[in-house]
C-alpha cells in the first residue's frame, strides 16, 4: 500500500514537471516563430481550386441573382462591353479582375455526396462569375457568407463540391457596370505648373489668383497676386498658399453617375452654379487649362462634370468646398508689409507734423563682398544709416531700427465696413518704403476711434489693423527722433 502511493507522489511529480516545462516553453519560445509556424500551417490548409492564365481569358462575365451585370469580351488587345462597343473601358480595372481570378484557392472542401446545395446558397447563387479562355470556361456560383471563419460558398464548374471561397473573390466581381467606364482624365499638374486658379460663382463672389511677373506682383518675393474679389490685387500667403493650390491640383472624379447624359439640367450642371478653371504650363508648351462645372449638391457630395463633356461624376463636399469657399482675406499675406530693413534703400515716416527721412548704404568692408550669399547675411549694423541728414552712431543702429523691425509686425485684423465713416480722415502714421526699383506706401487712417486703423497699401484698403499696435510704432518713431538732430 505504501508503495503504492509512493509511485503515485512519482507519478504526480513527473506531471508537474511536465507541465513546467511546457509553460516555460510557452512563455520563452518566440512569438513569432508561434506566427510563423501557424502561418505555414494555414498555408497547408489552403486548397488550390483553379489557377488561369490571364493572358489567355478572352470574356468576363457577372451576373446577379441570374441577371447579368456586365459582360466584357477582349477584341484584339483592348476589352469592349459586348452590348455596347462605344463605351470606353476602363483596363486598370479589368486586370484588378483578372488579378483576382488568377489563382482561385479555398480554405475547405465539402462533398456533395452528403450535403445539399440549398444549404449553402450555391443552388440559387447571389453571384455567378464566368471566365471563358480559347479553350476553357471558368465559372463561380458564390452563395452565402461562411459563418465565424469568413469567406463565402461556393461551387466551381466540373467539381462536385462546395468551396469556401475567400470574398475577396466576391468583392472583387461585385461591382457596378459603371466602375469599368473609362472616366474622363484631369490633367496631372504640379504646383510649379501652375498659372492661374479661378472660381467663378454664378450669384457672385468670385476668387481668382494668378502667377506674375516681378513688376507687377505685390510682395517682390511672393510670385503669386490674388486678383479677385477685389479691384487691388492682394499678396498671396508666403506660408499656406502650397495648401491652397493643393487643392486644385489633387482633384479626383468620385463615382460615375451617368455616362453621356443628355438632361444635364437635374444634375444643375447645364447652368453650374459654380465653374472651376485651372490653367497651368507644361515644361516648354503653352499654357493649358481645365473647367470642372460644379452642380447640385446632394447629401455630402456635388455633381461635377468637365466642361465640354455630357460625363456626370461625384465628388465629395471635402473636396469641392475648399475651392468654392475660399477666402481672399484667409489666402492673403497677412502681414502689411515685410520685408527686412536690410531690403530696403531707406524709408520716410511722417506723423503728425513730424517727418522722418531714413537712407542707407552698406560700409566699404561690406560692398567689397557684396554676393547675393553675403546680402543674405547682413545686419543693419553692416549698414551707415542716416535720419534727417545726420549719421547715427554705431553703437545706436540697433536701437533706430527697431522702430522699423515693430511696423513690420503689423498684421490685418480683419475687413473694413464700408458703413463705418470715421469722422477724422487724416493720416496718423505714413511709411513709404523704398525698394530698388519701387515705393511702397502704407498709410494708416482712424476707423472706429477704438480698436483699429484702417490701412491703405498703394490704394488697396479694404483691411483694418490694430489701433494699440500702430500707436506703439508711432512711439518707437518717437523715441529715435532726437537721432536726427
Not at 461591382?175 to 496631372?188: A, G, R
Not at 439640367?265 to 507644361?282: E, F
Not at 477666402?327 to 515716416?349: I, R
Request: overall charge negative; charged content about 30%.
Amino acid at each position: 500500500m505504501m508503495r503504492r502511493k509512493k509511485k503515485n507522489m512519482l507519478t504526480l511529480g513527473f506531471l508537474l514537471a511536465a507541465l513546467l516545462v511546457v509553460s516555460i516553453l510557452y512563455f520563452v519560445v518566440p512569438k513569432g516563430e508561434q506566427k510563423e509556424e501557424q502561418a505555414e500551417s494555414e498555408e497547408d490548409t489552403s486548397i488550390s481550386v483553379d489557377t488561369i492564365d490571364t493572358e489567355q481569358i478572352k470574356e468576363i462575365a457577372v451576373s446577379k441573382s441570374g441577371k447579368e451585370v456586365y459582360h466584357l469580351r477582349k477584341e484584339k488587345k483592348s476589352w469592349k462591353f459586348t452590348d455596347n462597343h462605344s463605351l470606353p473601358v476602363d483596363e486598370d480595372c479589368v486586370n484588378a479582375l483578372l488579378e483576382a481570378v488568377a489563382n482561385v484557392t479555398a480554405t475547405k472542401e465539402i462533398e456533395l455526396d452528403s450535403h445539399e446545395k440549398s444549404n449553402y446558397g450555391v443552388e440559387n447563387p447571389a453571384l455567378t462569375i464566368c471566365i471563358k479562355t480559347d479553350d476553357r470556361t471558368y465559372q463561380y456560383d458564390l452563395g452565402d457568407e461562411v459563418p465565424i471563419e469568413g469567406g463565402v460558398y461556393g461551387v466551381a464548374s466540373g467539381r462536385k463540391k462546395i468551396y469556401c471561397m475567400s470574398d475577396s473573390l466576391r468583392s472583387a466581381f461585385d461591382v457596378d457596370v459603371k466602375s469599368f467606364i473609362q472616366k474622363d482624365e484631369i490633367p496631372e499638374i504640379t504646383e510649379s505648373e501652375m498659372t492661374a486658379v479661378k472660381v467663378a460663382h454664378k450669384k457672385g463672389g468670385d476668387f481668382e489668383a494668378e502667377l506674375v511677373k516681378q513688376s507687377e506682383r505685390v510682395e517682390s518675393d511672393i510670385p503669386w497676386n490674388i486678383t479677385k474679389p477685389y479691384d487691388k490685387p492682394l499678396a498671396a500667403s508666403d506660408e499656406d498658399w502650397s495648401t491652397t493650390l493643393g487643392y486644385f491640383n489633387t482633384l479626383e472624379f468620385g463615382d460615375l453617375v451617368e455616362y453621356g447624359a443628355k438632361n444635364l439640367s437635374k444634375y444643375g450642371l447645364d447652368n453650374p452654379d459654380t465653374v472651376i478653371t485651372v490653367q497651368y504650363r507644361k515644361k516648354n508648351k503653352k499654357k493649358k487649362s481645365f473647367v470642372l462645372y460644379v452642380g447640385k449638391k446632394e447629401e455630402n457630395r456635388y455633381y461635377v462634370c468637365l466642361q465640354n463633356s455630357s460625363n456626370v461624376y461625384e465628388m465629395s463636399s471635402d473636396e469641392i468646398e475648399p475651392m468654392t469657399k475660399l477666402d481672399a482675406y484667409s489666402c492673403m499675406n497677412q502681414k502689411v508689409y515685410s520685408k527686412l530693413v536690410t531690403e530696403v534703400k531707406g524709408y520716410d515716416v511722417i506723423y503728425g507734423d513730424t517727418a522722418l527721412k531714413v537712407t542707407s548704404s552698406l560700409k566699404k568692408e561690406q560692398t567689397a563682398d557684396s554676393g547675393e550669399e553675403h546680402e543674405d547675411t547682413v545686419s543693419a549694423t553692416d549698414y551707415i544709416w542716416s535720419l534727417n541728414g545726420k549719421t547715427i552712431e554705431d553703437g545706436d543702429v540697433t536701437s533706430f531700427v527697431t522702430p522699423y523691425s515693430t511696423a513690420g509686425q503689423i498684421c490685418y485684423s480683419g475687413k473694413a465696413d464700408k458703413k463705418v465713416k470715421p469722422k477724422d480722415r487724416k493720416a496718423v502714421l505714413k511709411i513709404v518704403y523704398h525698394e530698388t526699383d519701387r515705393d511702397v506706401t502704407v498709410t494708416y487712417y482712424p476707423y472706429d476711434g477704438t480698436n483699429f486703423y484702417q490701412v491703405n497699401r498703394d490704394g488697396m484698403d479694404y483691411f483694418l489693423v490694430d489701433k494699440k499696435a500702430v500707436d506703439e510704432v508711432i512711439k518707437r518713431f518717437q523715441s529715435v527722433e532726437n537721432m536726427g538732430k
